[in-house]
């Protein structure tokens, strides 16, 4: 087994830099047992040890199964905490993996985009094709009671879709949320990384890669 105790005053293989007041002197410890199964624990901290869920929102833990791909936040995402995937602790001197990884990450959400595009313009030709359906279907009458039915039922159709898919944005979304996993892999950087960075695997302002 393998144990790692994090914090402003530990022996974590990469440096905790002073800067970070919000992270404790011993903040939280990661064990890996035999197994290979990882663990991460709050020690108590007042500032909280947190990680990234699924959505991209933090998650505070006390105790909790990680895996290497976890993204843990010590004390908070800002200048006064600390971040970094799980897996650094054991590759601390490079950041090669890190940055595959958000690749990775990224590709998914480019991935989850084109779908979301997809979809739009199925909507949005289905929805034309109906409201022209029901458009020439009221040409066909000649009483006006079935003639304004069919133009109430292609407004409505229009309508419809309108209110329940908005393509703009869910495709803001699917953006922001991806933005929230595109953070520096350094411990003490904090940058937001562009498509760029992530495509050349390197932060332009801690020169991590
Ligand atoms: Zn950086």
Redesign the pocket.
């Known amino acids: 087994m393998t144990e790692y105790v994090l914090g402003r005053e530990c022996e974590e293989p990469f440096v905790i830099p002073q800067s970070a007041t919000a992270v404790s002197r011993q903040h939280a410890r990661v064990t890996i047992d035999d197994n290979k199964n990882w663990t991460l624990e709050d020690l108590g901290s007042p500032n909280g040890t947190f990680i990234r869920g699924d959505n991209g929102q933090l998650v505070r833990v006390s105790r909790v199964s990680i895996t290497p791909d976890t993204f843990i936040v010590l004390g908070g995402e800002n200048v006064k905490g600390c971040s970094f995937y799980a897996r650094h602790l054991l590759t601390p001197k490079n950041y090669t993996e890190d940055f595959y990884h958000i690749r990775d990450i990224k590709e998914n959400f480019e991935k989850r985009l084109n779908r979301q595009e997809k979809k739009a313009k199925y909507i949005k030709w289905g929805t034309t094709g109906l409201s022209a359906i029901a458009l020439i279907g009221s040409m066909f009458f000649t009483d006006p009671a079935g003639t304004i039915l069919f133009l109430r039922l292609s407004s409505l159709v229009t309508v419809i879709t309108g209110l329940a898919y908005d393509p703009i944005n869910a495709r803001k979304k699917i953006k922001e949320q991806e933005t929230l996993f595109m953070q ?1 892999p ?1 411990p003490a ?1 904090h ?1 937001t990384l562009s498509a760029n960075d992530v495509k050349n695997l390197h ?1 332009p ?2 020169k ?1 890669q």
């Open positions: 520096c350094n950087c940058n932060c302002r801690c991590a």
